[in-house]
């Protein structure tokens, strides 16, 4: 296994690359050819790694899995160590992911992953993001100074948690600028003290007098504008960066690990199954990674909101968007973990996961099609070529004709290692009223749930109720204070409960901070925009911020 691990390889989904090293994935993000990257190999796990890795903290456990996916020619170890160590020296908890367990008796955990620093799962994959970009880049520029160094200018448009995750993740970091543009109005006043209240002089909050999509479309223009590709390097913050992906193995290991150490899960005998509130797919893509590689997980189960085309596709082997308005809805990959306005997508209670397709079902789609039409055609390299012209079929039918249907064989594959549920806003209400008198649960008043995770947790005992004995854990993917709307919703006949006992000190006057803003003007389109960012990139690098 050293051997493979030595030279760890990716290749692009819809097979226009092989052969690129991890830093080259990590800084494109996204493949020339429009495809996502995966590794050429998944590694397999070290012959002793249940008791070897047993005992390890959650950076040593970080540092065993990207060691199988990272070459150490390409990161030393140790600069690997120090890298995990700021990346997860940001959280509020020495454990980083705890799992705790919510009913004992229905074998009921939850895997928390909202102590970083913006209070949602996203800083897990964007803490780490940051400190990759930063390490790369100064290396680049080791001996070079003034316009010779390399600078990264990340761009982004959010109407929700990842532009404050990504701005967590990339301040203050060496030769890298990071440009947030969000809807002046449209985000919600937490959100946007989150971003704008940030002080480091690499963050940059773009104020769009428009819609969500106004800013999206400014990304977009942007990466296609040959004038600013000339002077800058631009990358993107989005879940389809593979270091997202590797970022969140790390926490199916961790969860793994506590259950069995605790000696609430025997590994000789019991089973265990991880239910995921999904939207972009990056999450539990993450867990199919871990299985793959070997741990012994039965089933992983997507649980959907109402916008559940994944749903849909493991009932009947057709991925079709959503046809809310008789007729095929319009528009391409929306930004992870917020609410698009394109048609076809339903604004729920859980906003992160309100998508219309999910991105990185592309790299699923590879793989299973590799194992269903590559595998054993003569060599590997037939194989993957095989796969890619499979996947660029299935993208090309979604694209032009709004979704496609794959062959009996394909979701036989498909259900070997997922399941799925659909949770609707109701349920997810419900979800978080029941749960906060369950008895025992942690804590000395009742476990509140965000909305998010009151639909992995529904999914969870339904799970349970099909499979009596099997242990299933929710992942919990953000704190209940950053969704207060749906949690007072749910909680309001609750004469114990008051929202302020669940707010965080770190809220607690954010509102009142300085902020940071730049306006911008959509009538005075992709040039007034070029032209902001040029300009503070600019000042940046010669220093003459204020
Ligand atoms: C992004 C997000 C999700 C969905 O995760 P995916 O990786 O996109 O499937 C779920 N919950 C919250 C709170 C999120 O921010």
Not at 96 to 108: A, F, H, M, N, S
Not at 142 to 165: F, N, P, Q, Y
Request: charged share 20%; aromatic share 10%.
């Amino acid at each position: 296994m050293a051997s493979h691990t030595a030279s760890q390889r990716y290749l692009s989904t819809r097979g226009g690359s092989y052969g690129l090293s991890f830093e080259e994935v990590v800084l494109k993000g996204l493949a020339s050819d429009s495809g996502l990257f995966i590794p050429e190999v998944i590694p397999s796990l070290p012959p002793n790694w249940q008791n070897d890795w047993l005992k390890l903290s959650f950076e040593e456990l970080a540092f065993q899995v990207f060691s199988l996916f990272i070459s150490p020619a390409e990161i030393p170890p140790a600069a690997l160590k120090d890298i995990i160590h700021r990346s997860y020296s940001t959280f509020r908890v020495l454990s980083i992911t705890p799992t705790v367990t919510l009913d004992g008796d229905k074998r009921i955990h939850l895997l928390e992953l909202f102590h970083g620093p913006t209070f949602a799962f996203k800083d897990v994959a964007l803490q780490f993001l940051g400190n990759l970009f930063e390490f790369f880049l100064v290396r680049r520029n080791e001996g070079k100074t003034g316009k010779d160094r390399e600078h990264l200018t990340v761009i982004g448009a959010t109407s929700g948690d990842t532009g404050s995750a990504a701005i967590y993740g990339l301040r203050s970091k060496k030769d890298v600028s990071v440009f947030i543009m969000y809807p002046t109005g449209k985000v919600s006043s937490v959100q946007e003290a989150q971003m704008t209240t940030v002080p480091d002089e690499n963050v940059h909050c773009l104020s769009v007098d428009g819609t969500f999509d106004d800013c999206q479309d400014f990304v977009k223009a942007l990466f296609a504008d040959p004038l600013i590709n000339t002077t800058q390097r631009l990358a993107a913050v989005n879940s389809i960066n593979w270091a997202r992906i590797l970022a969140q193995i790390t926490y199916y290991f961790a969860s793994y690990f506590s259950l069995v150490h605790s000696g609430t899960f025997n590994p000789s005998t019991d089973h265990i199954r991880f239910v995921v509130p999904t939207g972009n797919f990056g999450d539990i893509l993450a867990g199919y990674i871990a299985k793959r590689m070997g741990l012994p997980v039965s089933k992983l189960i997507i649980a959907t909101n109402e916008n559940d085309i994944l749903h849909r596709f493991w009932r009947t082997g057709a991925y079709e968007k959503q046809d809310v308005h008789g007729s095929a809805a319009e528009g391409g990959l929306v930004e992870d973990g917020v609410k698009a306005h394109v048609e076809g997508v339903k604004e729920t209670l859980s906003p992160a996961m309100d998508i219309l397709v999910s991105s990185n079902f592309e790299r699923l789609l590879w793989f299973i099609a590799y194992d269903v039409y590559g595998f054993g055609v003569g060599n590997v390299q037939e194989g993957r070529h095989q796969a890619a012209l499979k996947v660029k079929e299935w993208q090309t039918s979604l694209k032009t004709q709004g979704g496609f249907k794959v062959e009996k064989k394909v979701l036989d594959a498909a259900t070997v290692d997922f399941a799925s549920e659909r949770v609707s806003d109701e349920e997810t209400l419900a979800a978080i009223s029941d749960v906060y008198r369950w008895p025992n649960t942690p804590g000395s008043k009742g476990y509140i749930l965000d909305p998010h995770s009151a639909i992995g947790v529904t999914a969870a005992l339904r799970s349970a109720k099909a499979t009596p004995g099997v242990h299933n854990v929710a992942l919990s993917t953000a704190h209940p204070a950053k969704f207060s709307h749906a949690v007072e919703l749910a909680l309001k006949e609750e004469k114990e409960f008051q929202f302020k006992d669940i707010l965080p000190p770190q809220f607690v006057g954010l509102e009142d901070l300085p902020r940071r803003i730049t306006h911008a003007q959509k009538s005075g389109g992709l040039e007034g925009v070029r032209k902001i960012i040029m300009d503070e990139v600019e000042k940046e690098l010669t220093g003459a911020h204020p």
